[in-house]
């Protein structure tokens, strides 16, 4: 497996508070640069695509504001991953193709400096204390009031919710693996309200043991867990 790294460099030490809109807006860009075959079949809006990417960002310093991120240095991390190596492989080759070029963002503009890919190990284990990188969703939609419920690491739906995010997820991409043995327990969650494309949302953070067929562990790995992965949600790290 491999996950990349991007350097970002900024102009002024500060970014919108809504990372996910300038990120996804990047992504986007720089996809549609590299081959519009491929934005076509992610991104296309004639039906909802399910995506096996999933980001975080590592923001040194963050104090956030209303509506900016200030920062103590003029730069960021982002780290990406994909559970499609194939996928992974164009969205390195379309990475390559933004670096040094001047992105705008409403008085600012930032800069993809450095693009570097990283090897992480095959996951063995059927049980993994991890770490969220990036804010976990747990979503229970309701079809009949098109309402959602985010649950939380407070809350005891959140594994039982989370199977069920999975399930959805698999179905859809037609990957055919056993979910039953899976589970997620806080083992020093936080409860927190993350923005979801402006929107206050219940999120966990943490530290969570997660059980599954290493099988299943290695493809979450790369892909993410729950809800809203492809757009800075749910990405984790090993503990141990």
Partial sequence: MTELKLEFLLEEPEIPAEVDRLLLSFLKASVEKYSPELFEKLYTKKQSVMKTYCWSCYLPGARFAADKIYLKENRF????????????????NAFQLMRNIEYPMGGNSMKLREVKAKK??????????????????????????????????????????????????LNKIGWDEDVDC???????????????????????????????TPRLLDFLYSAGLGSRRSEGHGKWEIVW
């Fill in 182 to 212: 899976f589970s997620i327990v806080p083992v020093k969650g936080k409860k927190i309200v993350a923005k979801v494309w402006g929107r206050p949302t219940n999120a966990s953070i943490g530290i969570y043991k997660l059980r599954g």
């Fill in 120 to 169: 992480i190990p095959e996951i063995k284990e059927s049980e993994l204390i991890i770490k969220m990188q990036s804010s976990l969703l747990a979503r229970k939609h309701d079809p009949e009031n098109n309402t959602d419920i985010y649950y939380t690491c407070e809350d005891p739906e959140l594994s039982d919710t989370l199977k069920d995010n999975l399930k959805f997820f």
């Fill in 77 to 92: 991390m982002v780290t990406f991953s994909d559970a499609d190596m194939g996928e992974l492989f164009e969205f390195f």
